[in-house]
Every structure is written in structure tokens, then in C-alpha cells.
């Protein structure tokens, strides 16, 4: 190996090695906002997304969000002390995929040729599962803001609440498979 000569022949190891992954995620997007005399707004989105990364009868998700809110300060006659006060609520849902290389075997050469010919194996050590799902993360809040005395006090108080449906888990398995993980979902 000669320093600075950047030729095939130059090379400590004959047999390259590159490592490739793509995945790509397609979305739709929309969104709508409403207001009511100034104290009361709505606003609406929904999100459709394909996953380069999940089988094709699992790739696609849509999933929407809405928030609702009412200034209530604004609407009502309230006493001159409170000088603001809100109350809102919203539901939200997101999506996610478990990445490239999850469906799929995934193959190498071997690092040391075998008759000067590279061996091919299966490299990776997560068991292919063809059955994933796209995550999908349910949130819900409702919340008050409340302002006394021209904002000189005032509180915040929030209730939040999450649930995940096909969460995409990683678990070992017995060295025995050949493998040393599965992922699979967590309902």
C-alpha cells in the first residue's frame, strides 16, 4: 500500500464496502381554521402519509388534529379583577415507520474472499417482520389559562393524556435463530 495513490490495487482491502439504506415518506397535508366573534376558534388538519418503509398494505396512515379554544373573558362579563381567562382543548394523532431495512433480508460480501471471489451472507440481526404497522401516537390535552389583576397573577393548568397503537418494539431472541432481534408491535 503505497500513501496518497488512490487506486482499486491500492486498496488494504480488496473487497469495498459500502452500506446504502433509503426510505422516503410521502404526505399529504390540510388544514382548516374557523373563529366565532372573536373567543371562540377551531382549527382542523389532517396528514396522510405512505412509508417507503412498511409493506404495501400497511404503508399508509391519514391522521387528523383538532383544537377548539374559547376566551371566555372575551365572551362573557366577567368581574374587573379577572382580567383573562381560556379554555381549549385538543386531539392530535401522529405517525411513524421503524425504518429501512425492517421488512426485508439484508445481504453483504464477505470481508475475506474465498478464491478470491467474495462471499455473499445475510448480514443484519433483526428477524425481517412483513406484518409492521405504522405506529400511531393518540394525544389529548384540555387546559385553562386564567389572568387576574391587568396579568399581574394568573395560572395555567393542563390534563394531558397519550396512548400508542402498534408501537414498533425491538425484543431478543435465542441466538439459536441466527438472529439476535424481532421487531414486531406493541399494542
Same mark, same amino acid.
Given at each position: 500500500?503505497?500513501?496518497?495513490? +488512490? ?12 452500506? #446504502?439504506?433509503? *426510505?422516503?415518506?410521502? %404526505? &399529504?397535508?390540510?388544514s382548516?381554521?374557523? %373563529?366565532?366573534d372573536k373567543y371562540?376558534? &377551531? ?8 412509508? %417507503? ?5 400497511? @404503508?399508509?396512515? /391519514? +391522521?387528523?388534529? !383538532?383544537?377548539?379554544?374559547? #376566551?371566555? %373573558? ?18 392530535? *394523532? #401522529?405517525?411513524? @415507520?421503524?425504518?429501512?431495512? *425492517? ?6 460480501l ?10 455473499? +451472507?445475510?448480514?443484519?440481526s ?5 406484518? &409492521? ?6 394525544? +389529548? ?10 396579568e ?7 390534563? $394531558? @393524556?397519550?396512548? /400508542?397503537?402498534?408501537?414498533? #418494539?425491538?425484543?431478543? /431472541?435465542?441466538? !439459536?435463530?441466527? $438472529? ?8
Amino acid at each position: 500500500m503505497n500513501p496518497g495513490i +488512490y487506486t482499486f490495487n491500492n486498496l488494504a482491502a480488496k473487497t469495498p464496502s459500502t452500506g #446504502v439504506t433509503t *426510505q422516503r415518506t410521502n %404526505s &399529504l397535508f390540510g388544514s382548516a381554521e374557523f %373563529s366565532w366573534d372573536k373567543y371562540l376558534y &377551531l382549527t382542523l388538519t389532517a396528514r396522510d402519509d405512505w412509508f %417507503s418503509t412498511l409493506p404495501a398494505s400497511n @404503508d399508509n396512515l /391519514v +391522521y387528523p388534529s !383538532a383544537a377548539l379554544s374559547f #376566551v371566555f %373573558s372575551d365572551a362573557l362579563s366577567l368581574p374587573s379583577w379577572i382580567s383573562s381567562g381560556k379554555l381549549r382543548a385538543s386531539t392530535a *394523532q #401522529v405517525s411513524g @415507520d421503524p425504518g429501512a431495512g *425492517q421488512l426485508d433480508l439484508s445481504y453483504a460480501l464477505s470481508p475475506t474472499p474465498y478464491n478470491s471471489n467474495p462471499l455473499e +451472507y445475510i448480514s443484519g440481526s433483526n428477524i425481517p417482520n412483513k406484518n &409492521l404497522k405504522p405506529l400511531l401516537s393518540t394525544d +389529548y390535552e384540555i387546559g385553562l389559562e386564567m389572568g387576574f389583576w391587568n396579568e399581574r397573577a394568573g395560572f395555567e393548568a393542563n390534563y $394531558y @393524556d397519550r396512548s /400508542v397503537k402498534n408501537d414498533i #418494539v425491538t425484543a431478543s /431472541v435465542s441466538g !439459536a435463530t441466527g $438472529y439476535s432481534h424481532c421487531r414486531g408491535e406493541h399494542r
